[in-house]
């Protein structure tokens, strides 16, 4: 029995969710999402509430309820606030800057690491030591935290290098050294 699945979505005002078969559009104060669910899911709106079914207790069909509840759930959500994800650049000389819509990192190479802001996300520089990563596809926003990550992982010795604000970074001790 998924506690998930079975739950009923609440659609704010200002929000507006079309259903096709099994295409789901959801358009709010923030931007438009659209999305395909799997065929097996009965989703059904009345009067400003989702609910998602599904067929039988199947495993593929209990694991796919509970994921298609969260999905339309992060859409609406994130047509109405943003997702954001923080993260932290750690190292000496190490810094992040914005020029127009490109982010140029600073990590220790022999040249900038440049990057593009994909479409529906924006960067934020705050500081030269944090980076914001905004857009309303949950989804497209991690991927791309990801990808800036990427770009210089941090490293267990020193610490140095690109990590998530809430990440926390398990140090190892160095060579301890002849006696």
Known sequence: MSRIGNKPINVPAGVEVKLDGNHISVKGPKG???????????????????????????KENRSLHGLTRTLINNMIEGVTNEFTRKLEVNGVGYRAQKQGKKLVLTLGYSHPVEMEE????????????????????????????????????????????????????????????KK
């Open 32 to 58: 438009t999402l659209e999305r395909d669910l799997h065929r097996n899911m009965e989703v059904t709106i009345d009067a400003n509430v989702i609910t998602v079914k599904r067929p039988n207790d199947l």
């Open 118 to 177: 994909p479409e529906g996300i924006t960067f934020e520089v705050p500081n030269p030591n944090e980076i914001i990563v905004k857009g309303i596809d949950k989804e497209k926003v991690g991927q791309t935290a990801a990808v800036i990550r990427t770009k210089r992982p941090p490293e267990v010795y020193r610490g140095k290098g690109i990590k998530y604000a809430e990440e926390t970074i398990r140090r190892k001790e160095g060579k301890a050294g």
